[in-house]
């Protein structure tokens, strides 16, 4: 043989190397079916196991906001409450006391009346009460009869009853009496 032969060029030695360098790679890859299907059973399940733990867990969550919201409304009116009970307090205290002094009862009905706007200002509660003259508002007042008046028409002329509002919400419109039109 010559030399050319026994040493082969650059390119037959890549030529050579290179079926065995794919031919390893190719024979770790070639799975039977057998595995392919154990693999892919294996990551199914792995799939589903996670599937049902983040359903889990969605429900869970669910379930807790839900009774969030249940506590919520079921103690939401507890700070409001506990404004309210030094009042009750002093209406029993009033009772309770012999009223020898109409002066006397008087100005205990006036603090207890404090007592109650305090707790009504602690609870976010407000008076609607308009002055005489003000324009008639028909989200804040009730008109009950509209009289003759010197006054400019659709204003209040009188306030029948106060109303209340809770965090701009009306609860309750004053219920007033306005102006005629002229």
Same mark, same amino acid.
């Given at each position: 043989?010559?030399?050319? @032969?026994?040493?082969?060029?650059?390119?037959?030695? @890549?030529?050579?190397?290179?079926?065995?360098?794919?031919?390893?790679?190719?024979?770790?890859?070639?799975?039977?079916?057998?595995?392919?299907?154990?693999?892919?059973?294996?990551?199914?399940?792995?799939?589903?196991?996670?599937?049902?733990?983040?359903?889990?867990?969605?429900?869970?969550?669910?379930?807790?906001?839900?009774?969030?919201?249940?506590?919520?409304?079921?103690?939401?009116? #507890? *700070?409001?409450?506990?404004?309210?009970?030094?009042?009750?307090?002093?209406?029993?205290?009033?009772?309770?006391?012999?009223?020898?002094?109409?002066?006397?009862?008087?100005? !205990?009905?006036?603090?207890?009346?404090?007592?109650?706007?305090?707790?009504? #200002?602690?609870?976010?509660?407000?008076?609607? @009460?308009?002055?005489?003259?003000?324009?008639?508002?028909?989200?804040?007042?009730?008109?009950?009869? *509209?009289?003759?008046? #010197?006054?400019?028409?659709?204003?209040?002329?009188?306030?029948?009853?106060? !109303?209340?509002?809770?965090?701009?919400?009306?609860?309750?419109?004053?219920?007033?009496?306005?102006?005629?039109?002229?």
């Amino acid at each position: 043989m010559t030399q050319e @032969n026994q040493n082969p060029s650059p390119e037959q030695e @890549n030529i050579a190397v290179d079926p065995q360098a794919d031919a390893a790679p190719a024979e770790a890859e070639a799975k039977t079916p057998e595995q392919e299907i154990a693999e892919l059973n294996q990551k199914l399940t792995e799939m589903q196991d996670n599937y049902l733990r983040a359903k889990a867990e969605g429900e869970n969550i669910r379930r807790r906001a839900a009774e969030d919201v249940s506590k919520a409304h079921k103690f939401a009116i #507890e *700070s409001f409450a506990e404004h309210l009970v030094p009042v009750t307090d002093s209406l029993y205290a009033a009772l309770n006391a012999e009223a020898v002094d109409a002066k006397a009862f008087k100005e !205990g009905l006036e603090i207890t009346l404090k007592q109650l706007l305090s707790a009504f #200002e602690k609870g976010r509660m407000t008076e609607i @009460n308009p002055a005489v003259g003000d324009k008639f508002d028909p989200h804040h007042h009730q008109a009950i009869a *509209s009289v003759p008046s #010197e006054q400019e028409a659709n204003t209040v002329v009188s306030v029948l009853q106060r !109303g209340y509002s809770i965090a701009d919400r009306i609860l309750r419109p004053a219920l007033v009496t306005v102006s005629a039109p002229k």
